[in-house]
């Protein structure tokens, strides 16, 4: 199987959203998908975006997808690449794709003088963290993640 990645285009929309969904029904989490083609040709590829993405192609064939945006770290004074997403497609799994495509995004970590390459996995996913354990990324276990959003974003948001 020859494996190809290319950057994603605003054509692509439709293709990120199915791995979105496929990716949101693996986490346990489809019905929390609210995207929309119009909603990711905005968000990734409109004016002012600060998020990237790539295609992952098996013989020309969409397998999957990677989507990032630079974080930023104080201690370092540098960018990190910060990975949101990274999704195979079942039949492409095993094969190293996901190895490929964080090989891809590490190099373009290092092309442009990010300090990290960090991202979060699911504590259940031991398929992933595999992978991640034999390319000797290294769990954070001493931060701990916390997220406002929905209506407890817009409370808090509001209140005095």
Not at 25 to 40: L, R, S
Not at 143 to 160: M, N, V
């Amino acid at each position: 199987m020859n494996f190809t990645i290319r950057p994603a285009t605003p054509e692509d929309a439709a293709t990120i959203l199915g791995f979105i969904t496929e990716l949101a029904v693996y986490e346990k989490a489809g019905h929390e998908v609210e995207a929309t083609e119009q909603t990711i040709r905005t968000s990734i590829f409109g004016e002012g975006s600060v998020t990237e993405a790539v295609i992952l192609e098996a013989d020309g064939h969409p397998a999957g997808f990677a989507v990032w945006f630079h974080s930023y770290s104080t201690w370092q004074a540098k960018n990190g690449l910060y990975l949101e997403d990274l999704y195979v497609s079942p039949d492409y799994r095993g094969s190293g794709a996901g190895k490929l495509l964080l090989k891809h995004l590490a190099r373009i970590a290092v092309e442009r003088g990010c300090g990290r390459f960090e991202w979060s996995v699911l504590d259940w996913n031991t398929p992933a963290i595999r992978v991640y354990d034999a390319i000797g990324a290294e769990p954070q276990t001493e931060w701990i993640r916390y997220r406002l959003a929905g209506d407890k974003l817009e409370t808090f948001a509001r209140a005095d």
